[in-house]
């Protein structure tokens, strides 16, 4: 099967709206593998005592079938009133599997009966539960491989496009086992990504009709290393009234979900070569010259030869990520990547990204609870907190002070410490760190409690900075503990945030708006007809409005090509990720009486069905000029024409007079 052929039916689905999902489930899909052990054959271990005593008696009774055990398995002694001659027979792996698949031709159809009775009831129970998968795989055109064993040295992961897998297997009790074979099928995925034969991610359902199975979904798929994306879980007694919504949700931008995927496995793949090469340097080191460069340059500085070497290490990876090939080659598919994709309403704390964007700006090392590190002296950077009784930070204290005075604090007669300081603020949504111009100086802090972890926001006061004594910080008094270290470039960053307030001479150069808002969505109809969907109470933001600088993208329908000016300044809307989910099943399930509202509703499912509800612009030109003092401005949809008319308020205001789509619009804090 050629790869090709996959991604082009795919592009060419991708926009259609889900009414080409139908045709993406039959076309792009070619060979699918089910897993599971109702597809099992016997072994002796099914066969039990009363089992053995049926099979016995009826050799004994109809010298026929006696006869035929004789011939098909070459044992012309075997006397069934011979219980070792009957354990010879049954005990063997072989033997019973072929006694297995006799039993479906109809001259040894009565191994169902005798041998088989129990096995067989309970593979009939399995088969039960797989009918809803069965007949759905039936109207398909996949080749279908059905295996009763999970098999790491015979399950290609290159070649099947979707991975149904039973969550238990035969003679499983406990997960264990299951959550093992995940990590399997990591290895098998990270091991063909790595030899470049893996050209697409397989899908794959876990199914299971036990219960406690579901509980474990997210323990497996952590296993799997597997995105979302890519994965679902379905109960065998719901396939029936969920695969097919589960595998529609995995096919939506299925093109675009397997490129982001292989490039983010690129950074992966680059930091491997990388590694390589720093290995060959490292072994090119002698220890005499680690030797000479901490007597000339390093114990003059008071610096510690581990640091410098992890500093030293560090950078050099960087670098050969940096220079790697594959990865250079990623700047230019990157913006066309996520030029399109929704915006998540909230970004958990359990997220990658959280822990990987604060190990990017901190040194975790740093602090009071490694023993090796605890005394290491008040540098720029250093992160404190005053704790309370219950050890919850009460106040963050960021050092950016010269080390050099810190380090030398008779010589330089430094006695007290200059700080900024913040109250922290817990949040579950670790997307207020990235809206940087309505926090200002920020910083995402994470603590551990225990097995769990807590993300705080410092917001930093440039402008009432504090000094406390170098002795309460060195000797931790008053409940002060040291969280990390932040890196160079992130301590300058935030030292320079409190020069630029008490010496600076010019402005920063700022960065974007970015807003988030909560909303409700009211469909305006004929004689003051109005229907609400009210998602101000979700625990997620609804509108990203973003406002400044836009890098340019090429039109895909007009095809237009990508402008190399300077993009202007403009105001964009976007619905995120979680709120166009939650509108379209609340759209899905309206019943409007009213005919105009019915029809911008119909409007608003198929842009939200196609992802263009991102970056929609405001009104521009005299246009906007007519909005100004107003409390609303309009964005217009296009294909179909639809406009959508933005109110910052939580009333429609009387002005507004010709909308037939509202989003009422509030500021998004998150909700304690």
């Given at each position: 099967?050629?790869?090709?052929?996959?991604?082009?039916?795919?592009?060419?689905?991708?926009?259609?709206?889900?009414?080409?999902?139908?045709?993406?489930?039959?076309?792009?899909?070619?060979?699918?593998?089910?897993?599971?052990?109702?597809?099992?054959?016997a072994d002796p271990v099914d066969i039990?005592?009363?089992?053995?005593?049926?099979?016995?008696?009826?050799?004994?009774?109809?010298?026929?079938?006696?006869?035929?055990?004789?011939?098909?398995?070459?044992?012309?002694?075997?006397?069934?009133?011979v219980p070792q001659h009957l354990d010879?027979?049954?005990?063997?792996?072989?033997?019973?599997?072929?006694?297995?698949?006799?039993?479906?031709?109809?001259?040894?159809?009565?191994?169902?009966?005798?041998?088989?009775?129990?096995?067989?009831?309970?593979?009939?129970?399995?088969?039960?539960?797989?009918?809803?998968?069965?007949?759905?795989?039936?109207?398909?055109?996949?080749?279908?491989?059905?295996?009763?064993?999970?098999?790491p040295a015979m399950l290609d992961v290159?070649?099947?496009?979707?991975?149904?897998?039973?969550?238990?297997?035969?003679?499983?009790?406990?997960?264990?086992?299951?959550?093992?074979?995940?990590?399997?099928?990591?290895?098998?995925?990270?091991?063909?990504?790595?030899?470049?034969?893996?050209?697409?991610?397989?899908?794959?359902?876990?199914?299971?009709?036990?219960?406690?199975?579901?509980?474990?979904?997210?323990?497996?798929?952590?296993?799997?290393?597997?995105?979302?994306?890519?994965?679902?879980?379905?109960?065998?007694?719901?396939?029936?009234?969920?695969?097919?919504?589960?595998?529609?949700?995995?096919?939506?931008?299925?093109?675009?979900?397997?490129?982001?995927?292989?490039?983010?496995?690129?950074?992966?793949?680059?930091?491997?070569?990388?590694?390589?090469?720093?290995?060959?340097?490292?072994?090119?080191?002698?220890?005499?010259?680690?030797?000479?460069?901490?007597?000339?340059?390093?114990?003059?500085?008071?610096?510690?030869?581990?640091?410098?070497?992890?500093?030293?290490?560090?950078?050099?990876?960087?670098?050969?990520?940096?220079?790697?090939?594959?990865?250079?080659?990623?700047?230019?598919?990157?913006?066309?990547?996520?030029?399109?994709?929704?915006?998540?309403?909230?970004?958990?704390?359990?997220?990658?990204?959280?822990?990987?964007?604060?190990?990017?700006?901190?040194?975790?090392?740093?602090?009071?609870?490694?023993?090796?590190?605890?005394?290491?002296?008040?540098?720029?950077?250093?992160?404190?907190?005053?704790?309370?009784?219950?050890?919850?930070?009460?106040?963050?204290?960021?050092?950016?002070?010269?080390?050099?005075?810190?380090?030398?604090?008779?010589?330089?007669?430094?006695?007290?410490?200059?700080?900024?300081?913040?109250?922290?603020?817990?949040?579950?949504?670790?997307?207020?760190?990235?809206?940087?111009?309505?926090?200002?100086?920020?910083?995402?802090?994470?603590?551990?409690?225990?097995?769990?972890?807590?993300?705080?926001?410092?917001?930093?006061?440039?402008?009432?900075?504090?000094?406390?004594?170098?002795?309460?910080?060195?000797?931790?008094?008053?409940?002060?503990?040291?969280?990390?270290?932040?890196?160079?470039?992130?301590?300058?960053?935030?030292?320079?945030?409190?020069?630029?307030?008490?010496?600076?001479?010019?402005?920063?150069?700022?960065?974007?708006?970015?807003?988030?808002?909560?909303?409700?969505?009211?469909?305006?109809?004929?004689?003051?007809?109005?229907?609400?969907?009210?998602?101000?109470?979700?625990?997620?933001?609804?509108?990203?409005?973003?406002?400044?600088?836009?890098?340019?993208?090429?039109?895909?329908?007009?095809?237009?090509?990508?402008?190399?000016?300077?993009?202007?300044?403009?105001?964009?809307?976007?619905?995120?990720?979680?709120?166009?989910?939650?509108?379209?099943?609340?759209?899905?399930?309206?019943?409007?009486?009213?005919?105009?509202?019915?029809?911008?509703?119909?409007?608003?499912?198929?842009?939200?069905?196609?992802?263009?509800?991102?970056?929609?612009?405001?009104?521009?030109?005299?246009?906007?000029?007519?909005?100004?003092?107003?409390?609303?401005?309009?964005?217009?949809?296009?294909?179909?024409?639809?406009?959508?008319?933005?109110?910052?308020?939580?009333?429609?205001?009387?002005?507004?007079?010709?909308?037939?789509?509202?989003?009422?619009?509030?500021?998004?804090?998150?909700?304690?």
């Amino acid at each position: 099967m050629k790869t090709g052929s996959i991604m082009d039916s795919l592009s060419a689905i991708e926009g259609q709206g889900m009414e080409a999902l139908e045709e993406a489930l039959v076309k792009p899909l070619k060979k699918v593998v089910v897993i599971d052990d109702a597809y099992a054959s016997a072994d002796p271990v099914d066969i039990d005592g009363e089992a053995v005593s049926r099979f016995r008696d009826t050799l004994l009774d109809v010298p026929k079938r006696l006869t035929q055990v004789k011939r098909e398995f070459h044992r012309p002694e075997l006397d069934p009133s011979v219980p070792q001659h009957l354990d010879e027979l049954l005990q063997d792996t072989a033997t019973v599997a072929r006694l297995w698949a006799l039993r479906e031709k109809q001259a040894w159809s009565w191994l169902v009966e005798t041998v088989f009775r129990k096995y067989a009831e309970d593979v009939e129970e399995k088969l039960g539960a797989l009918e809803g998968l069965e007949g759905f795989l039936n109207e398909q055109k996949w080749r279908v491989n059905r295996v009763s064993k999970f098999d790491p040295a015979m399950l290609d992961v290159t070649g099947y496009q979707v991975i149904f897998l039973d969550f238990y297997l035969k003679d499983e009790r406990d997960p264990e086992r299951s959550l093992a074979r995940a990590a399997q099928l990591a290895q098998l995925i990270i091991d063909a990504r790595h030899k470049g034969t893996l050209k697409q991610y397989p899908l794959v359902v876990l199914m299971s009709s036990r219960p406690g199975a579901a509980e474990q979904q997210g323990a497996f798929k952590e296993r799997t290393g597997l995105r979302a994306d890519f994965f679902c879980f379905v109960e065998k007694n719901q396939i029936p009234q969920q695969l097919m919504p589960k595998l529609r949700r995995m096919l939506e931008g299925y093109h675009g979900k397997q490129s982001w995927a292989h490039m983010l496995d690129e950074f992966w793949l680059g930091a491997i070569r990388a590694a390589m090469t720093l290995r060959q340097n490292l072994s090119k080191i002698e220890p005499s010259e680690i030797a000479l460069l901490h007597e000339a340059e390093l114990a003059v500085e008071e610096a510690r030869l581990p640091d410098y070497l992890s500093w030293l290490v560090s950078e050099s990876l960087a670098s050969g990520l940096l220079e790697d090939a594959g990865v250079r080659a990623l700047g230019a598919q990157l913006p066309d990547l996520i030029g399109h994709s929704a915006f998540p309403g909230t970004v958990p704390p359990g997220s990658r990204l959280a822990e990987m964007h604060v190990r990017s700006v901190m040194r975790l090392d740093i602090t009071d609870d490694l023993p090796e590190t605890k005394s290491s002296p008040v540098q720029l950077g250093d992160l404190f907190a005053r704790l309370n009784g219950d050890g919850t930070p009460k106040e963050f204290l960021l050092v950016v002070d010269q080390s050099c005075d810190l380090a030398r604090p008779h010589s330089s007669q430094k006695t007290v410490v200059l700080c900024l300081r913040c109250v922290p603020q817990e949040i579950s949504d670790v997307a207020l760190a990235f809206y940087r111009t309505a926090y200002g100086s920020v910083d995402l802090v994470s603590m551990t409690f225990g097995e769990g972890q807590k993300y705080y926001l410092a917001s930093w006061d440039p402008v009432n900075p504090t000094t406390p004594e170098l002795a309460e910080l060195s000797q931790r008094r008053g409940g002060i503990k040291r969280l990390a270290r932040l890196k160079p470039v992130a301590a300058l960053a935030r030292q320079e945030d409190l020069t630029q307030r008490v010496g600076r001479i010019g402005q920063p150069v700022a960065p974007p708006s970015v807003t988030a808002y909560r909303a409700k969505l009211v469909l305006i109809g004929k004689d003051g007809f109005q229907k609400e969907f009210d998602a101000t109470k979700e625990p997620w933001a609804s509108v990203i409005i973003v406002q400044g600088r836009h890098m340019p993208k090429p039109d895909p329908v007009d095809g237009g090509a990508t402008s190399k000016k300077k993009p202007p300044t403009t105001t964009t809307l976007s619905l995120t990720s979680d709120f166009g989910e939650w509108l379209s099943g609340k759209l899905d399930r309206a019943h409007l009486a009213d005919a105009q509202a019915s029809s911008q509703a119909n409007l608003l499912k198929q842009h939200l069905a196609a992802g263009t509800v991102q970056r929609v612009s405001f009104e521009s030109g005299d246009q906007i000029k007519a909005s100004l003092g107003r409390a609303w401005r309009k964005a217009s949809l296009k294909k179909p024409p639809t406009a959508i008319h933005c109110v910052f308020d939580k009333t429609i205001p009387k002005d507004l007079t010709d909308a037939m789509i509202v989003l009422l619009l509030t500021p998004y804090e998150q909700q304690l």
